[in-house]
């Protein structure tokens, strides 16, 4: 049985920064590829940026420059720094990890088998 847990989430004004936090438990995920993903009413859940085993990254176009994973393995815990936030990030943001060996950025949702229960992050104009 394993959980993620996201925090951090709250309303900011465009240009301003959050910090979100994922906390899992249950099992170790030093060797998982994590990634941040987000979902907008009315809209597919998207990935936002993952990082693999290795500490490689890969972010979505929409916030390169802006967005900045890291991870800590001792912690079980991976973050999402949130700057220059414009309206359109407004989403839930979910944390997800794969269950075996994430050798490699992985995008897609089918890959990842552990999801948190989201995070709100809403940003006003």
């Known amino acids: 049985q394993a959980q993620l847990v996201e925090s951090g989430g709250g309303l900011v004004q465009a240009e301003g920064s959050l910090r979100l936090s994922c906390v899992a438990s249950g099992r170790t995920f030093s060797r998982s590829a994590m990634a941040w993903f987000r979902q907008a009413p009315g809209k597919e859940r998207e990935f936002v940026v993952g990082i693999d085993w290795f500490g490689r990254a890969d972010y979505a176009d929409s916030v390169k420059g802006r967005f900045i994973i890291s991870r800590d393995n001792a912690k079980n815990t991976a973050y999402l720094q949130m700057n220059n936030l414009k309206p359109e990030d407004t989403a839930i943001y979910y944390c997800?990890?794969?269950?075996?060996?994430?050798?490699?950025?992985?995008?897609?949702?089918?890959?990842?088998?552990?999801w948190g229960q989201g995070t709100q992050v809403t940003v006003s104009s």
């Open positions: 997800a990890v794969t269950a075996g060996a994430g050798w490699g950025v992985e995008s897609r949702r089918a890959a990842y088998d552990y």
